[in-house]
Nanobody, 118 residues
Framework: QVQLVESGGGLVQTGGSLRLSCAASGSIFSFNTMGWYRQAPGKQRDLVATITNDGRTIYADSAKGRFTISRDNAKNTVYLRMNSLKPGDTAVYYC????????????WGQGTQVTVSS
């Protein structure tokens, strides 16, 4: 059973930066894709970014140019560096992992709150 533990959320002013971390433990396939989604109050959970085991990335349009996803395979950890944060980035950020052949088979973390003040 895979477990994901996020850290790094918090309160930041507009224009500030944060780095989120997500450590995976348990029975995880080394080829799993890892990534981040976010959910603002009253809205659906949306993709932020994903990264495959060999480093290929996908970003939501809202994240391009400001956010960077990376991973350390030896540590089964994924990071999300967020720069130039805006109030619209305020949300609960969820770490996710899944085997590439079965992207619907997602395991979620508990979420970490990111709040950007204006």
């Amino acid at each position: 059973q895979v477990q994901l533990v996020e850290s790094g959320g918090g309160l930041v002013q507009t224009g500030g930066s944060l780095r989120l971390s997500c450590a995976a433990s348990g029975s995880i396939f080394s080829f799993n894709t890892m990534g981040w989604y976010r959910q603002a109050p009253g809205k659906q959970r949306d993709l932020v970014a994903t990264i495959t085991n060999d480093g290929r990335t996908i970003y939501a349009d809202s994240a391009k140019g400001r956010f960077t996803i990376s991973r350390d395979n030896a540590k089964n950890t994924v990071y999300l560096r967020m720069n130039s944060l805006k109030p619209g980035d305020t949300a609960v950020y969820y770490c996710v992992t899944y085997p590439p052949p079965t992207p619907w088979d997602k395991t979620w973390g508990q979420g970490t709150q990111v709040t950007v003040s204006s």
